[in-house]
């Protein structure tokens, strides 16, 4: 059959094809928690959002993630809560050249832990010892790269106060470890991130505590949390650190009905996620709406007053 016949015998059925809804997913690095869990988000969509091609783009996170998002170059993301909140403000400094007024929000995910992992032999203990030595600190204008800046200050640690500042993506970072080029890694993921456990299994590691103290003078979005101990191997005690809340966040140009599919999509899948990442098992629809620092889209609003919630006006 021909293309005009198609068409025609299709119109003539009632029944024109859909246009496909692409969603193209902004990630992370590949050795992060965002990139699993964003091919895990593809294959659900895929599943349960009718003609989707959802696409998966690894990235340098959070903060491109957001850039991308404002220019339309995706329709759901993930991102750190302190640089969703400096994106929604235009924070120079932290990468944005002004406010993303386009951002909108899908909903709280899981918290990001701030772990600092140094070398046994680099004779790291405290935050206080990181002076004088080398330190990765994540890719530049990165979320984690952001979160550096921010604890090192609340310790009183400046990077003129490192003898080297490496800005590498997790991976690569712990490449140098293994090789002795670097004395320690700074890293903002979910618990057990991958390139953390091949760290800890390939040389032996400390996992340096940030203090409570350190933590409550940051503030807010930072909060007291634990690192649980054998979440790396060696780590033989529980070690006390930082937490700031992930969000997934979309643009003000998706449709509130692909919005709403995504939504609801992502919080009826939990398991699904948790499987492909043990950081999404803290994951929950009763705390999907906690410290949102944009506005949420009107889409989800409405997946969560479906659920009983009650979206902020």
Do not use: C
């Not at 120079?92 to 909903?107: P, V």
């Amino acid at each position: 059959m021909g293309v005009v016949a198609a068409i025609a015998a299709s119109s003539l059925l009632g029944a024109p094809a859909r246009a496909a809804e692409f969603i193209n997913i902004l990630t992370g690095g590949t050795s992060g928690v965002y990139y699993p869990l964003g091919v895990a988000l593809s294959k659900i969509f895929t599943e349960k959002i009718p003609d989707s091609r959802p696409s998966v783009q690894a990235t340098k996170a959070s903060v491109e993630n957001l850039n991308l998002l404002q220019q339309g170059k995706g329709e759901i993301a993930f991102t750190l809560g302190d640089s969703l909140a400096d994106a929604w403000n235009g924070k120079e400094e932290a990468g944005f050249k002004g406010k993303l007024d386009k951002l909108r929000g899908i909903g709280a995910i899981y918290p990001n832990y701030i772990q600092i992992v140094a070398s046994s032999e680099s004779g790291i203990k405290t935050l206080a010892d990181l002076k004088g030595k080398r330190l990765s600190v994540g890719a530049p204008k990165s979320g984690t790269e952001l979160n550096a800046r921010t604890i090192l200050a609340g310790a009183g640690i400046s990077y003129d106060d490192l003898s080297k500042v490496e800005y590498l993506p997790f991976a690569e970072s712990v490449e140098l470890m293994k090789n002795r080029q670097l004395d320690a890694t700074l890293q903002s993921a979910g618990l057990g991130v991958a390139s953390l456990r091949d760290l800890a299994s390939s040389v032996s590691v400390v996992v340096v505590e940030i203090p409570q103290a350190t933590v409550e003078k940051v503030g807010l979005p930072y909060v007291p949390a634990s690192i649980p101990a054998g979440t790396y191997t060696g780590q033989d005690a529980a070690v006390p650190t930082a937490a700031v809340v992930n969000y997934l966040v979309t643009q003000s140009e998706v449709s509130d009905d692909l919005a709403y599919a995504m939504t609801k999509a992502v919080y009826e899948s939990i398991d699904t996620l948790a499987a492909a990442h043990s950081a999404a098992k803290a994951i929950k629809l009763e705390t999907a709406l906690s410290g949102l620092p944009v506005p949420l889209h009107p889409g989800a609003a409405r997946y969560f007053k479906e659920k009983g919630l009650n979206p902020p006006q």
